[in-house]
């Protein structure tokens, strides 16, 4: 069992910048970052092992960064520049014993 808190979210202007946490009960070996915008499906936003390889969808690639503090157990995603487009809920996830655990989800908007 995995449990996922997430914090961060809010409301910023479009070219701000945000960061999301998410502290995992354990630790993970990958742990990814999701978001779902009203009336659309959730869409895959990064990755990021904890021997520190990551990977980005193409929307976020330049704009995002994706860290971790292991010791802590703790999921970064610093997000800049961000756009309207960015505005959804965003979700952390872990891949653990061959499920999928998700957090609460955290509210990003973007508008002026």
């Not at 961060?8 to 915008?37: D, E, K, N």
């Not at 959730?42 to 990021?48: G, K």
């Not at 994706?66 to 487009?85: G, H, I, V, W, Y």
Request: glycine share 10%; net charge positive.
């Amino acid at each position: 069992q995995v449990q996922l808190v997430e914090s961060g979210g809010g409301l910023v202007q479009p070219g701000g910048s945000l960061r999301l946490s998410c502290t995992a009960s354990r630790s993970i070996y990958l742990m990814r970052w999701y978001r779902q915008a009203p009336g659309k499906q959730r869409e895959y936003v990064a990755a990021l092992t904890s021997g520190g390889s990551t990977h980005y969808a193409d929307s976020v690639k330049g704009r995002f960064t994706m860290t971790r503090d292991n010791a802590k157990n703790t999921l970064f995603l610093q997000m800049n520049s961000l756009k309207p487009e960015d505005t959804a809920v965003y979700y952390c996830n872990a891949l653990y014993d061959g499920k999928n655990y998700w957090g609460q989800g955290t509210q990003v908007t973007v508008s002026s």
